[in-house]
């Protein structure tokens, strides 16, 4: 009777109800037998329409190879029996999987209660979760050690698009616990090109209720680096005392616009870990009442893959400060242990942290670093910063030089403009317009073998090679300089006089005669002639 039923609904055009198949919907019955049987017949005909409402018990893991489905409703499919893995689990999705008005509720006793995957090596998938589209309840118990996930996506999709809820993922594991809310994952060969979360996507509480040393992150959006795969985050998103990260990414693309943020249950390690760099953080508004995170918005870079970033008019509010501080707020960090990691287009610009103090505002790392990283810090406001408004460390003890942009930021309360750690070391090429934060401690530009390798700017401060009381500069390179740009020298150390040398090499002097900066009030101006990569004097100022 149910199956003429069913094919009744299909001739008619009408929805194929699960009720059609025996389910009762009553919350106790055990449906497994009649929602398995229901989704294997959807899965026979593109063109169908599943539909449920009321709340339908499942007692054993439901494995069904679909095509495509499409699946609308008012219901819930609730777990029942005992522990497990898995809940529903669709395979084989080479079309378009299309989900709307259903909740799967793994009720504290499922791992992954929900999860799709295409192993297609021809044929990408596409899927939509809508917005009233709940996956609640996942938890894995000790002593299983499976990764707890409210929804998994894994496989060869060209689209996956998440627009619904994620409330309660845990892992009560006592080491390595990993709780994800929604995970969009890969495998050695298939991976998703493009994940969308929507402006109604909403993600809460995802923990470990044990630790929150591993990962317990609302979305996991993973990739290979040898793909150019795309992770956008639209204006409005919601996220909700995600333990360990709001957001966790592992691809180049990256489009984070304006997700909402709270936390207030828990200490977090980084909120938004763009962990391949590559893209921009924009209008973030996070809010923290009584904890804090170790770092708030992180881009680490790796060799081979883009090391652009920008954090652009983010925003953290701080209500009842914790006694442990938010340590960093833009963290940009080379990421490798033997290769030099170039971080040449960073930009931190109009952020605001209010309310409460954080460690450091801006912090970057170097690994490697044979060359100079570039990095803008501009239009930033702190109400209080409690070591220094920038921080520049080195990654494996290895000499690191940052060049920098550092114009009109704003401390509410005077601090310490940078703090320097281990051998890292700054070259400024703008330091003005700051308010209440003391001018930032510099090296020069060093000469290397008679040459002088600028890094941009038009004040540049002249350093000798090895640190030398005396050094001659024949050539100068690098900066990218335009025709006609103008460049002041000046020495940047006392005791250390670099001298320029006339016709040498492509410096032309006025009169042919070299000058020695030999004081720290001497300046010497040239001009660039991009025709013949020469530069000239304009003129030189001997204070003596």
């Known amino acids: 009777m149910a199956l003429t039923k069913a094919h009744n609904r299909m001739i008619e055009g009408a929805p194929i109800n699960v009720r059609d198949y025996g389910a009762k919907g009553d919350g106790v019955t055990d449906d497994t037998a009649a929602i398995n049987a229901w989704l294997t017949y959807l899965a026979t005909d593109s063109s169908l329409v599943g539909y449920a409402a ?8 439901i494995s069904v190879p679909v095509t495509d489905l499409n699946i609308q409703g008012n219901a819930t499919f609730i777990a029942s029996g005992a522990q497990r893995l898995n809940m529903i689990v669709l395979s084989g999705c080479t079309g378009t999987i299309h989900i709307d008005g259903i909740t799967v509720d793994g009720n504290n006793i499922v791992a992954r209660p929900f999860e799709i995957f295409n192993t297609s090596s021809t044929t990408k998938g596409n899927v939509f979760l809508g917005c009233s589209t709940r996956f609640i309840n996942a938890k894995t118990i000790s002593p299983n050690t499976w990764t707890a996930s409210a929804c998994r996506i894994q496989g060869n999709f060209d689209q996956v698009v998440f627009a619904g809820e994620i409330d309660g993922v845990d892992n009560t594991n006592t080491s390595g616990a990993i709780s994800v809310g929604f995970w969009a994952d890969w495998t050695s060969t298939y991976f998703v090109d493009n994940v969308i979360v929507t402006s109604t ?36 998103a ?10 966790k990414s592992q ?10 943020i709270v936390r207030n249950a828990y200490d977090g ?3 938004i870990d763009l962990q391949y760099s590559g893209g921009y953080i924009k209008g973030a508004r996070i809010y923290y009442d009584g904890v804090n995170s170790n770092i708030v918005l992180s881009a680490p870079a790796r060799l081979n893959l883009p090391s652009n970033m920008t954090m652009a008019d983010n925003t953290l509010t701080i209500t009842n400060a914790p006694a442990t501080e938010t340590a960093h707020f ?3 960090w080379g990421v490798d242990n033997t290769n030099a990691i170039t971080q040449d287009h960073l930009i931190c610009n109009g952020n605001r942290v209010v309310g409460g103090a954080v460690d450091s505002f801006a912090t970057f790392y170097g690994a490697n670093v044979t060359d100079t990283n570039r990095i803008t810090i501009k239009d930033n406001y702190a109400e209080a910063i409690s070591v220094s408004f920038l921080t520049a460390n080195v990654v494996f003890n290895t000499p690191a030089k940052f060049n920098i942009i550092f114009e009109c930021n704003n401390c509410k309360s005077s601090c310490t403009g940078i703090t320097l750690l281990g051998s890292a070391q700054i070259t400024v090429e703008s330091d003005r317009l700051n308010r209440n934060i003391s001018p930032i401690a510099t090296v020069g530009v060093q000469v290397a073998s008679g040459v002088l390798t600028l890094v941009g700017g038009n004040l540049q401060r002249v350093a000798n090679e090895g640190g030398a009381g005396f050094d001659n500069i024949d050539t100068i390179s690098g900066g990218s300089y335009s025709d006609g740009e103008i460049v002041i020298f000046k020495m940047a150390n006392s005791g250390q006089a670099p001298k320029f040398k006339h016709g040498t090499g492509n410096i032309f002097l006025a009169g042919s005669t070299d000058f020695e900066l030999n004081n720290l009030r001497d300046r010497l101006t040239l001009v660039y002639d991009s025709t013949a990569d020469e530069w000239l004097e304009l003129f030189r100022s001997d204070n003596s």
């Not at 919601?238 to 957001?247: A, D, M, P, Q, W």
């Not at 691809?251 to 909402?260: E, Q």
């Open 54 to 61: 009321g709340a339908f018990a499942i007692s054993t893991t």
């Open 330 to 332: 833009c963290f940009f």
């Open 269 to 271: 390690v980084t909120e």
């Open 251 to 260: 691809v180049t693309n990256n489009s984070i616009n304006s997700p909402v």
């Open 201 to 236: 996507a909403k993600i809460k509480n995802v923990k470990n209720s044990n630790t929150v040393t591993a990962d317990a992150d609302g979305i996991q959006r993973m990739g290979p680096t040898t793909e150019h795969l795309s992770f956008t985050v639209e204006p409005g």
């Open 238 to 247: 919601y996220f909700e005392n995600c333990k360990g990260r709001s957001i």
